[in-house]
Each structure stands twice: as C-alpha cells, then as structure tokens.
C-alpha cells in the first residue's frame, strides 16, 4: 500500500496542505477537512482511489503558540510529580501518626480528612516509610 505524507502548516486563512510525494498542495478550512483534503488531491493526481493509499499527517503547530503548548505540557508534568510527592507524604504522616497510636479519628482530624480517608492513608503507606517517627511532638499549624 502507498504512504503519502500531508504537512499541514497554518496559512493566513486556511491551512495549507503540502503532499511532498507527489509536490502538490491543497487547501482546507479546517483541521477535521484537511484528510478529505488532501485524500482528493492525491486521488486526482494519481489516478487513485482515495482509500487505497495510506496517508500520515504531519501538522506543523503554529510558532506563536508551540512555545506556550510545551510549557504547559511541562507544568503538567511538574504538578504530576508535584502531586505524587504530596500523597505519599500524606500517607507516610498518617501511618508516623498510627504508628505513636492514635486512632484514625484523631489522625483524620490532624490532618483535616475524614476517618475514612485516614484509614485509606494508612492503608496505602509503606509499612517501612513511618518506622523512624519519633514520639517528639511537633505543632501543627492551621
């Protein structure tokens, strides 16, 4: 089966459609025309049906808003870990709090969940991150 790449860059109005294998160009209003598009320009030109050929887009994202796009694909993925991090250490603090034997209705209300999640934090802590919890007391501050 025949492969053929569409290069879809944005032009003024329309995004322009660049099928380098055969050097012709079409055009579409939109993104969701652009496969019809360039489909007909390639059935047309070589004297195809236009299912019979495989066809790989290839969008070139605009430079104005490529730069955006990335940093926040980055802080996304900041906020991941970010998020991971702060789960684990939440879990890790309910089981030190276990661990000096307090009841999951006193952690809960320590740490400003319901008893319920409490014992899920519990639940789902390593049974080896808490085992250095001292029985100093620490102030919490709210």
Known sequence: MAAYTARVERGEQFWLVTIPEIQRTTQASTLREVEPMARDLIAVMQQVDP???????????????????????KLREESARAQAEAAKEARTAALALANLGLTVRDIGAMLGVSHQRAAQLIAGAAPDTALGAQATPARATT
């Not at 066809?55 to 940093?71: G, M, N, Q």
């Open 51 to 73: 299912q019979s050929f495989e066809l790989k887009p290839d969008i070139v994202f605009p430079s104005v808003a490529y730069e955006h796009w990335t940093r926040a694909a």
